[in-house]
């Protein structure tokens, strides 16, 4: 099972399961941003962590997210959800231990 974490606008950040399949993943990105997702590059320094959020979030005027906006340094809106760095294939990996010990305080 994929895990990856949830940084909502305005709540407390949670480690969740996205699911085992392309689809399941797809279906759990979506509904944890409420919309179609696009990725959001983080910073050089964090390869291993890919970003998604709501790619109409701004036309929808979701709130600002602060934490992600700190994480990017670029404005972001909606929750947004934290996973490992996609394998070669596409598929999506558990986000690394150390970001969910920083974030969340969780481990595998």
Same mark, same amino acid.
């Given at each position: 099972m994929i895990r990856g974490i949830v940084i909502? /606008?305005?709540? /407390?950040?949670?480690?969740?399961?996205?699911?085992?399949?392309d689809t399941e993943q797809l279906r759990t990105l979506q509904?944890?941003?409420g919309g179609y997702i696009e990725t959001v590059p983080l910073s050089p320094? /964090?390869?291993a962590v890919t970003m998604f959020a709501n790619e109409d979030?701004? #036309?929808?005027q979701l709130p600002t997210n602060l934490v992600?906006?700190?994480?990017?340094? #670029?404005p972001?809106?909606?929750s947004v959800v934290l996973a490992g760095a996609a394998?070669?294939?596409? /598929?999506? #990996?558990?986000?690394?231990?150390?970001w969910s010990s920083y974030l969340v305080g969780a481990h595998d």
């Open positions: 909502p /606008a305005d709540g /407390a950040v949670q480690l969740v399961e996205l699911g085992e399949t509904e944890i941003v320094s /964090a390869p979030g701004v #036309r929808l992600a906006c700190m994480l990017t340094g #670029r972001i809106v909606g394998t070669h294939s596409g /598929a999506l #990996r558990t986000i690394p231990d150390d």
